[in-house]
């Protein structure tokens, strides 16, 4: 075999190869993942279920699913049958909220930048990012950067003191009014991964238990970032990121 002969081949190869790869790549971006599930049928599409675009969804009566592909979330209502590839139409770019919900350096602000979000009734607001704490929220939740570790509260009328507790350490948080927030105390209480934290509020009968859990890459896409606190059991933080898209999608239309 000649030389020019050799080189076409190796180059019908490594494009053949490469169509191959696209392909693969192709299938991958077209599955859709379930990133909330309750009903009946929950055991079925737990939540972390991926989805190829064949798939069908088969619900009942009292299911409700919700997919993430794309940047984008659909919700599916039972009872009925769904095929995963409809389902989801990927977003040519993240809404405000979506978007400052990914922040990877999100501002605290005080006052005038976080007083109109009171309008709704507090227990029905969410932090605006994922890295904020919430300190009504106990479980896991995946820090990214401890250094700067900051607790958010929905309410910012009156001073709230927050009380952490570890390891036989204890430090107490004071938020005043008109500020939403209040740094984690590193020094005194230093965040550690696979440690119980309990969490109690002046006037909150119920202290909460919080474990975090590291963040070794910050996620760059809403579906990068439901993988990874699902993987990590950030069950709060994929809530409040999806109820992000959600309301993102319903107000863009």
Not at 118 to 140: C, F, H, S, V
Request: glycine share 8%.
């Amino acid at each position: 075999m000649s030389c020019p002969e050799i080189r076409t081949r190796r180059l019908g190869l490594a494009a053949a190869a490469a169509v191959a790869a696209m392909a693969v790549t192709a299938a991958a971006a077209a599955q859709s993942m379930v990133v909330r599930s309750t009903g009946p049928s929950a055991s079925k599409y737990p939540a972390g279920t991926k989805l190829k675009s064949t798939d069908r969804v088969t619900l009942v009566a009292g299911d409700k699913v919700v997919l993430i592909q794309g940047g984008k979330t659909k919700t599916l209502t039972g009872a009925g049958t769904f095929t995963a590839g409809a389902t989801v139409v990927a977003s040519q770019s993240m809404g405000t909220t979506v978007t400052r919900m990914m922040a990877k350096r999100p501002m605290a602000t005080r006052g005038g930048a976080t007083r109109e979000a009171n309008i709704a009734q507090p227990d029905e607001l969410r932090a605006p990012n994922l890295w904020y704490l919430d300190y009504r929220d106990g479980g896991t939740f995946c820090v990214a950067d401890p250094a700067t570790l900051m607790l958010w509260r929905p309410d910012m009328t009156s001073d709230t003191a927050v009380t952490i507790t570890a390891g036989g350490k204890s430090e107490t948080v004071a938020i005043k009014a008109l500020s939403q927030f209040g740094k984690w105390p590193t020094e005194a209480v230093p965040v550690e991964y696979g440690v119980d934290y309990s969490l109690s509020v002046a006037g909150v009968p119920k202290a909460v238990t919080v474990r975090f859990a590291p963040v070794a890459a910050m996620p760059e896409t809403p579906d990068a970032a439901s993988e990874m606190l699902l993987g990590k059991g950030c069950t709060p933080q994929l809530d409040r990121l999806v109820d992000a898209m959600a309301e993102s999608e319903a107000t863009s239309g």
